[in-house]
């Protein structure tokens, strides 16, 4: 919904809250009744002050991604308490996730001028293990993910300029108190901070903190900001369960420099340091360059005579070069075209993608044409990137080495794609790749990436299960299941993870085995590597004295393409109801091994 | 603006607020005569009427106000 995008009216949405929501339930009730699975997440919201207008507001932007909330709220003030000593509203609850909204107005003690540097330190200690505490009992309790809120900078400074630095001054209290916070979020998983201190300093901290807010009516920040409160703490949850979008597709002209290549000539458009406008379109294309890094696909969507689009970007002076795009799509046809074109060659969806154009005509053309696509408003160059990071399309909650190399990776599937049109023979091409494969049960150095690919794997997914990282850390410690992770590399590349499954033994019949998940990156598809990891999972299961294997699937709107997966690997179907969820088994007895183009832990 | 143009905005306020497009407020109207009027819309309800007049309440006029009649005092005077 465009309210709902950055940059948004707050005090719009603060006001029609209520219809906007009723809005916004009616497109969730339509998507569930087209088969599209919706999300449902328990989010404890437990204040150090008033929250219920935060989670109001959370809720739409939530609503907005896909994900439907049910909220647990605490009563004012008792955040501490309700973890502490185990509230029994909130452990019936059981949450998916939990926010901890407390501010500098939950410090409860300050240094002063007369305290020693060894009281204020002890201070500090102190004022940092109400928290950890309290963090540590709700990851054994309720063994989910944490957004705690950081703190803001203090309203005033009794010290003057003194205060930041000084120990005994409150702003310096408040930042080292905020170092200990991310000491620990460099350290614990499934711990993610939420940068009100940002937030506010973006915001204006006098107007955020105003006082009348906080005595009025309890609010630890004005009520006008909560909408951009809302919004970054949807975007940490969002990004948690797999909603980032995964590609931005550019125009070129008067998007990623000034003027028009085709006509002005690749020599005379505006990039590099010779002007101010150069100087700032070099700036966005740094910034969009530095996106590969985080994973994120770059690709080009533009309307331009492909020689010219290459000239523009082969310019010495240019910082994106023809080589940082996936796909080039330089031609005179319709962008939303392009732009479906471009998703089906990178095999994600469209609503991965954020299409950014300086063009308002182009940017209507395919909201409308394309659902789900982000397009935000960039409308003037000197706030491409304060529109484009403040949307928080790419929040970065998980990091894994994987997303260092992506780009690399789809190059060198396009590569392949090359190699597989010389060879006649499909199994001789599979066996030229030169395919090593890595099938083991769940190690610490993959958790990240496993809980990544359960939240953002839609096509090749039997059961859709999505899972955070301490999910997986709970499958991988349990006797009961059978975890496996694939790592696939060839001769062009390592693809890193790209399979995943689970699954656990049944509790009473001991020789029974149930696939909770079965999931593969569609960068690997027709690679043989489902074979592979079914190989490996009979033999752990027959090693384990397990008899019968019975695996499911539920359709949704994205895993077509697996419908027929278990009668491939030799199940039978049991049943099969109305909608189409299906169970099948097959027996390990008579299992021979498919796989006979990759290498196996060698 | 007159008392009347200044009631006529604050119906609009309040029916976006309350989501209930048969509200009409009068001088007498308060929180007993509005079912979803309870402390924590009525803070919604004030940050909208703020944005709608462009003013700000003072804390002693907030705890003041009884009844719509007396918020329109407020607003009337904070315009003139």
Same mark, same amino acid.
């Given at each position: 919904m465009s309210e709902l995008e950055y940059p948004f009216d707050g005090a719009y949405l603060l006001k029609k809250r209520k219809s906007i929501k009723r809005e916004l339930l009616a497109r969730i009730e339509q998507l569930e009744q087209s088969g599209t699975k919706i999300l449902t997440k328990k989010i404890a919201v437990l204040g150090g002050s008033t929250t219920h207008d935060i989670k109001d507001i959370l809720e739409l932007f939530l609503l907005n991604y896909g994900i439907k909330p049910e909220f647990y709220e605490s009563e004012y003030a008792q955040y501490w308490n309700d973890i502490m000593f185990d509230n029994a509203e909130l452990s019936e609850f059981k949450p998916d996730i939990i926010f901890i909204h407390t501010s500098t107005r939950n410090i409860t003690s300050f240094p002063t001028v007369r305290d020693s540097a060894e009281s204020i330190n002890a201070m500090l200690d102190n004022q940092f293990s109400h928290f950890e505490q309290m963090w540590s009992k709700a990851f054994e309790t309720y063994k989910c993910p944490i957004v705690q809120n950081n703190f803001e900078q203090p =309203? +005033?400074?009794?010290?003057?300029?003194r205060d930041v630095w000084d120990f005994h001054g409150r702003c310096n209290f408040v930042s080292r108190l905020n170092q200990r916070f991310y000491e620990y979020a460099q350290i614990r998983e499934n711990f993610y901070i939420n940068d009100i201190d940002y937030m506010a300093s973006c915001y204006g901290l006098q107007k955020w903190a105003d006082p009348f807010y906080w005595h009025m +009516?309890? +609010? !630890?920040?004005? %009520? $006008?900001a909560i909408p951009e409160f809302a919004y970054n703490l949807a975007n940490i949850i969002k990004s948690i369960y797999g909603k980032n979008k995964k590609a931005i597709v550019c125009d070129l002209d008067n998007t990623l420099w000034g003027g028009i290549v085709g006509d002005d000539g690749a020599e005379n458009i505006e990039i590099g340091q010779e002007t101010s406008v150069g100087q700032l379109y070099s700036e966005f294309q740094t910034y969009l360059k530095a996106h590969k890094d985080l994973g994120v696909l770059l690709t080009v969507d533009s309307k331009n005579d492909e020689e010219n689009a290459l000239a523009g970007l082969n310019r010495? $002076?240019? #910082?994106?070069?023809?080589? $940082? =795009? #996936? *796909? *080039?799509? !330089? @031609?005179?046809?319709?962008k939303d075209l392009n732009l479906v074109e471009t998703a089906k060659e990178l095999n #994600?969806? @469209? $609503? !991965?993608l954020v299409f950014i154009d300086d063009n308002p005509a182009e940017r209507e053309i395919v909201r409308a044409q394309v659902g789900g696509v982000a397009v935000p408003e960039m409308s003037a160059p000197e706030r491409y990137i304060n529109v484009l990071d403040r949307s928080? =399309? =790419?929040? %970065?909650t998980a990091f894994s080495a994987d997303d260092l190399s992506r780009n690399e990776m789809y190059k060198a599937n396009v590569e392949r794609a090359k190699q597989e049109a010389s060879f006649a023979d499909y199994g001789e091409y599979l066996k030229s790749l030169e395919m090593k494969a890595e099938i083991k049960p769940f190690a610490p150095i993959y958790m990240s990436r496993i809980a990544q690919l359960t939240n953002k794997s839609n096509q090749f997914n039997l059961t859709t299960l999505r899972c955070t990282q301490a999910d997986i850390e709970r499958v991988a410690a349990d006797g009961n299941y059978i975890t496996l992770y694939g790592k696939l590399e060839d001769k062009f590349g390592d693809n890193g993870v790209v399979s995943v499954v689970f699954g656990h033994i049944d509790e009473s019949e001991k020789i029974l085995f149930h696939i909770d998940l079965w999931l593969m990156s569609c960068r690997v598809l027709k690679r043989d590597m489902e074979f592979a990891m079914m190989d490996s999972l009979s033999a752990e299961c027959k090693s384990r004295g397990i008899k019968k294997i019975r695996g499911y699937y539920y359709p949704t709107s994205k895993n077509k393409m697996v419908k027929d997966f278990y009668a491939l690997h030799g199940f039978a179907r049991v049943s099969e109801d109305a909608d189409g969820n299906a169970i099948w088994e097959r027996k390990i007895e008579d299992y021979e091994n498919k796989n006979k183009v990759i290498e196996v832990n060698k | 603006m007159t008392r009347e143009e200044v009631f006529e905005k604050l119906n609009e306020v309040f029916r976006d607020v309350f989501d209930d497009e048969d509200i009409k407020v009068a001088e007498s109207t308060n929180a007993d005569d509005i079912e979803d009027w309870d402390s924590l819309s009525h803070i919604n309800l004030v940050v909208a009427v703020e944005k709608e007049f462009g003013i700000k309440f003072s804390m002693g006029e907030t705890q003041k106000m009884k009844n719509v009649g007396e918020m329109v005092d407020i607003i009337l005077e904070r315009t003139k």
């Open positions: =309203f +005033y400074r009794l010290l003057g300029n +009516y309890k +609010y !630890a920040l004005c %009520v $006008d010495p $002076d240019s #910082i994106l070069k023809p080589d $940082d =795009f #996936i *796909v *080039v799509k !330089a @031609n005179w046809d319709p #994600i969806g @469209n $609503d !991965a928080g =399309f =790419f929040e %970065v | -």
